[in-house]
């Protein structure tokens, strides 16, 4: 039985499929990288002795879902746990960005993980026990200014999973939302987070693998929604708690 996570390469989601394989999941990994993919393929291979098969592809181009099932299907790799992992992140004003990056962020963080859901579903549901794991983020609960489309994307990811949970009660498919704070990866790097911000996030930051062992733990629970670690915990209740303008100005103040 296979495991199918996107953005596998590095970070958050190469140490959800190290705990998957410790588990004894069969592994399908994708993201852009071939040759960071083939390394963690043959990293967990040694280690775990799991089958483990990798697809190179851009997720943010439309269709990517499809072509993703199609390599799945060709190869009659029978996936009974989804996660939509990959996504990221741009700090800065939202008119500082093309209208073609705010779209392809879009793109990989809500449509794609979507079409994921949509076009694996019949599969997973052949299952007598399925799972499908889609990664939102502790800014999921609130708007960010200076980041204002990827908090955006993660209130659909939270929303969106939750609802599809609900409408897939009877059937044998379960829905899990995590909603990580900050974490050591190469995110930071790439949303070029400001230097004020990364030093704000350093303090509370979480391990990758912290994270992805209460992922996958909560997933196999069948935890619908999940916020890892306390002081994300109560950022979140803090900014349900504080008035909207407070929580804001407190946001843009780190990024400024
Ligand atoms: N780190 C944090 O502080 C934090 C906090 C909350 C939520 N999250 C969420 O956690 C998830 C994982 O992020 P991370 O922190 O582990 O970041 P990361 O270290 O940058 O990893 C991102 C992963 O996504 C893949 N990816 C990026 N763009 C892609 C594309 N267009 N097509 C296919 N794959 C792509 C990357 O591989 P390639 O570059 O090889 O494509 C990589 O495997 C994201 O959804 C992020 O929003 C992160």
């Not at 697809?55 to 190869?75: C, F, G, M």
């Not at 999973?161 to 995110?187: H, M, Q």
């Amino acid at each position: 039985m296979y495991a199918l996570i996107t953005g596998a390469s590095k970070g958050i989601g190469k140490e959800i499929a190290v705990e998957l394989a410790k588990k004894k999941y069969d592994l399908l990994l994708v993201a852009r990288s071939a040759s960071q993919l083939e390394d963690v393929a043959n990293e967990i291979k040694g280690k775990y002795s799991v089958k483990v098969h990798f697809l190179a592809a851009d997720l943010s181009i439309p269709d990517a879902a499809r072509t993703v099932h199609k390599w799945v299907e060709q190869n009659e790799y029978q996936v009974s746990v989804l996660v939509n992992n990959a996504g990221y992140g741009s700090a800065g004003n939202f008119d500082r960005f093309t209208v073609e990056q705010n779209r392809d962020m879009m793109n990989l963080n809500m449509i794609t993980l979507t079409e994921m859901c949509q076009v694996f579903l019949p599969m997973l549901k052949r299952h007598s026990q399925a799972y499908i794991m889609n990664i939102a983020s502790s800014t999921a609960y609130q708007a960010l200014p200076q980041m204002a489309i990827y908090a955006a994307t993660k209130v659909f990811v939270l929303n969106f999973s939750r609802a599809l949970k609900f409408e897939l009660k009877d059937s044998p498919v379960s829905v899990t939302c995590i909603c990580p704070g900050a974490t050591d990866t190469n995110f930071n790097d790439r949303a070029s987070i400001p230097e004020k911000a990364r030093k704000a996030a350093e303090k509370v930051a979480m391990t990758p693998e912290e994270v992805a062992k209460i992922s996958v733990d909560a997933m196999l629970a069948g935890k619908t929604e999940v916020i890892p670690g306390f002081i994300n915990k109560l950022g979140a209740f803090l900014a349900w708690l504080a008035p909207k303008s407070i929580t804001e100005k407190v946001a843009a103040g780190i990024y400024e």
